[in-house]
């Protein structure tokens, strides 16, 4: 049965990592992809984060926050740059595939994280209980709705519940210097997650006074390599891109996080994983304190959250991941030893022991298809084509916009750099005042201003502009139409238009054919 329940694991980890790569977005366009992507690029090239030369040229007011994009804010420690929202930690470890393999193969890396997260959630739950239940847990997470959700964009949240789970590994196998890495590693990647550590740390304590210094030792120099970053990036070891801790954190958020989370959770993956809190008593009692030590994980993951700023998406489930993971673990434990281990009762005649085993089968995949068809109904495999257009709209600005142009962009301004390989403007913080002395000042100084917008953002522009600008009226046609989203308007278009000059259109779907996409160079 320990073989079976490999294979099932080792199936469950690739088809996950499949999914990862078949589904895939291949797009940092939004504020967190295009910051992890940014950064990771910014590493690979020795550099501590992104710059622009622009901005210590430019004459309007606010230079360095019209040249920061989304995902990013002004850098306190250098005039000429811009820091990371997001933690760089999950970018460092992008850099050395970004540096081997080229910018395209860090879309592979949270789909490799995913196979990883459902191998060691197998491990965790075989050393919990038995082989069968770790198959149930592996299963169990390949097709939970939140893991499918994320495993196909370029985001850290698998990568961070991947490394808790290798702590926990790491732990109940009395690996601590392994423990110690990987729980560096995690608070590199995810910082806010620091009283895991905590968590963690006390256990090894317990078990063993001289292991826990070695658990330290193994997890101390990414701690410092954490305050070293935001030094470098924020102006001082204790700050974030986040904002300060009064603001993320409060008790008011309890209630409403509580509620919400309690709801997805169960909406999502059943009421199953709550079975996690009975673990500690269906286990046996020499596992007993491992049961205890991921239900502290569990309560400490979910009390992080609990007081952290509400959000009103089920998708911000991804949170919880490393508690989710868990729960997993022990609710398929409880489930190994009450059922599979009464099948593999000497007492037990073979056909209880069948019927006992088909029943542990057919709850895994009764699981896993109640996971994969909310993850559908979810978009989970559909996410290719809502992020696809900062894809395509990089790719038009890269192939068809000259190598000097400068454009002006808020919501793609991570794609225009990323993909388009283009310096962006966002116009949001461009004074309402300058976008024609702004546009007049890039033109003659050997720049092609261009200006991208998403239809929906067309509205804003010229709210914010249209008073005060001729061009901010954008009443001529668009240069480039993408993917029936996206409109890139060339300034120099609006006098001829005026003149009476017919200006064409012309209308692209860069990715038409490709649908589940591909790591096409950016």
Request: hydrophobic fraction near 50%.
């Given at each position: 049965?320990?073989?079976?329940?490999?294979?099932?694991?080792?199936?469950?980890?690739?088809?996950?990592?499949?999914?990862?790569?078949?589904?895939?977005?291949?797009?940092?366009?939004?504020?967190?992809?295009?910051?992890?992507?940014?950064?990771?690029?910014?590493?690979?090239?020795?550099?501590?984060?992104?710059?622009?030369?622009?901005?210590?040229?430019?004459?309007?007011?606010?230079?360095?926050?019209?040249?920061?994009?989304?995902?990013?804010?002004?850098?306190?420690?250098?005039?000429?740059?811009?820091?990371?929202?997001?933690?760089?930690?999950?970018?460092?470890?992008?850099?050395?595939?970004?540096?081997?393999?080229?910018?395209?193969?860090?879309?592979?890396?949270?789909?490799?994280?995913?196979?990883?997260?459902?191998?060691?959630?197998?491990?965790?739950?075989?050393?919990?209980?038995?082989?069968?239940?770790?198959?149930?847990?592996?299963?169990?997470?390949?097709?939970?709705?939140?893991?499918?959700?994320?495993?196909?964009?370029?985001?850290?949240?698998?990568?961070?519940?991947?490394?808790?789970?290798?702590?926990?590994?790491?732990?109940?196998?009395?690996?601590?210097?392994?423990?110690?890495?990987?729980?560096?590693?995690?608070?590199?990647?995810?910082?806010?997650?620091?009283?895991?550590?905590?968590?963690?740390?006390?256990?090894?304590?317990?078990?063993?006074?001289?292991?826990?210094?070695?658990?330290?030792?193994?997890?101390?120099?990414?701690?410092?390599?954490?305050?070293?970053?935001?030094?470098?990036?924020?102006?001082?070891?204790?700050?974030?891109?986040?904002?300060?801790?009064?603001?993320?954190?409060?008790?008011?958020?309890?209630?409403?996080?509580?509620?919400?989370?309690?709801?997805?959770?169960?909406?999502?993956?059943?009421?199953f994983p709550l079975?996690?809190?009975?673990?500690?008593?269906?286990?046996?009692?020499?596992?007993?304190?491992?049961?205890?030590?991921?239900?502290?994980?569990?309560?400490?993951?979910?009390?992080?959250?609990?007081?952290?700023?509400?959000?009103?998406?089920?998708?911000?489930?991804?949170?919880?991941?490393?508690?989710?993971?868990?729960?997993?673990?022990?609710?398929?434990?409880?489930?190994?030893?009450?059922?599979?281990?009464?099948?593999?009762?000497?007492?037990?005649?073979?056909?209880?022991?069948?019927?006992?085993?088909?029943?542990?089968?057919?709850?895994?995949?009764?699981?896993?298809?109640?996971g994969i068809r909310?993850?559908?109904?979810?978009?989970?495999?559909?996410?290719?084509?809502?992020?696809?257009?900062?894809?395509?709209?990089?790719?038009?600005?890269?192939?068809?916009?000259?190598?000097?142009?400068?454009?002006?962009?808020?919501?793609?301004?991570?794609?225009?750099?990323?993909?388009?390989?283009?310096?962006?403007?966002?116009?949001?913080?461009?004074?309402?005042?300058?976008?024609?002395?702004?546009?007049?000042?890039?033109?003659?100084?050997?720049?092609?201003?261009?200006?991208?917008?998403?239809?929906?953002?067309?509205?804003?522009?010229?709210?914010?502009?249209?008073?005060?600008?001729?061009?901010?009226?954008?009443?001529?046609?668009?240069?480039?139409?993408?993917?029936?989203?996206?409109?890139?308007?060339?300034?120099?278009?609006?006098?001829?238009?005026?003149?009476?000059?017919?200006?064409?259109?012309?209308y692209l779907w860069?990715?038409?054919?490709?649908?589940?996409?591909?790591?096409?160079?950016?």
């Open positions: 049965m320990r073989l079976a329940s490999r294979l099932v694991a080792l199936a469950a980890a690739a088809a996950l990592a499949t999914t990862g790569v078949l589904y895939g977005t291949y797009a940092a366009g939004g504020s967190d992809s295009s910051c992890y992507a940014l950064m990771a690029e910014s590493f690979a090239s020795g550099r501590l984060q992104p710059s622009s030369p622009l901005i210590s040229r430019v004459p309007w007011p606010d230079a360095q926050k019209t040249f920061t994009p989304g995902g990013f804010v002004p850098s306190q420690a250098n005039p000429s740059a811009f820091a990371p929202v997001c933690a760089p930690g999950f970018s460092i470890l992008l850099a050395p595939v970004v540096k081997v393999a080229g910018a395209g193969a860090l879309f592979y890396v949270t789909p490799a994280a995913g196979a990883v997260l459902v191998w060691l959630t197998y491990v965790a739950g075989a050393t919990l209980a038995v082989p069968a239940a770790g198959a149930m847990a592996a299963v169990a997470i390949a097709t939970s709705p939140a893991v499918l959700y994320q495993i196909v964009q370029p985001m850290n949240d698998i990568a961070t519940t991947a490394l808790w789970m290798a702590v926990f590994v790491g732990l109940i196998s009395r690996r601590f210097l392994a423990a110690g890495v990987s729980c560096g590693v995690a608070l590199l990647v995810r910082p806010n997650l620091l009283p895991l550590a905590v968590v963690a740390s006390s256990f090894v304590l317990l078990i063993d006074r001289k292991k826990a210094v070695s658990f330290g030792i193994a997890a101390l120099p990414f701690a410092v390599i954490v305050l070293w970053l935001n030094a470098g990036l924020y102006g001082g070891p204790f700050r974030s891109g986040y904002g300060s801790l009064d603001t993320l954190f409060a008790l008011a958020f309890f209630p409403t996080n509580a509620s919400r989370y309690s709801h997805w959770l169960i909406e999502t993956q059943t009421p079975l996690a809190f009975a673990a500690p008593f269906a286990v046996d009692r020499s596992r007993r304190p491992i049961a205890w030590l991921a239900l502290a994980l569990i309560v400490t993951t979910l009390l992080i959250y609990f007081f952290y700023t509400p959000f009103d998406d089920w998708s911000y489930l991804r949170f919880l991941l490393p508690a989710l993971a868990l729960m997993l673990v022990l609710a398929s434990a409880v489930v190994g030893r009450v059922v599979w281990g009464a099948a593999d009762s000497p007492s037990r005649s073979g056909l209880r022991q069948v019927a006992a085993a088909a029943a542990v089968c057919g709850m895994t995949i009764a699981l896993g298809v109640f909310t993850a559908n109904t979810r978009f989970a495999f559909t996410m290719h084509a809502l992020e696809q257009r900062y894809r395509s709209a990089g790719s038009v600005v890269r192939e068809q916009l000259r190598p000097d142009s400068v454009v002006l962009s808020v919501w793609d301004s991570g794609a225009v750099r990323f993909h388009g390989r283009r310096e962006a403007l966002v116009w949001e913080g461009l004074d309402p005042a300058w976008l024609d002395r702004g546009v007049e000042w890039l033109g003659s100084h050997g720049y092609r201003p261009y200006i991208l917008v998403e239809s929906w953002e067309e509205a804003g522009f010229r709210s914010r502009f249209g008073n005060q600008n001729v061009l901010g009226k954008l009443d001529w046609p668009p240069k480039y139409e993408v993917d029936r989203v996206v409109r890139i308007y060339d300034p120099e278009d609006r006098a001829k238009y005026n003149r009476g000059e017919h200006v064409i259109t012309q860069p990715f038409r054919r490709n649908p589940t996409g591909s790591p096409a160079a950016p």
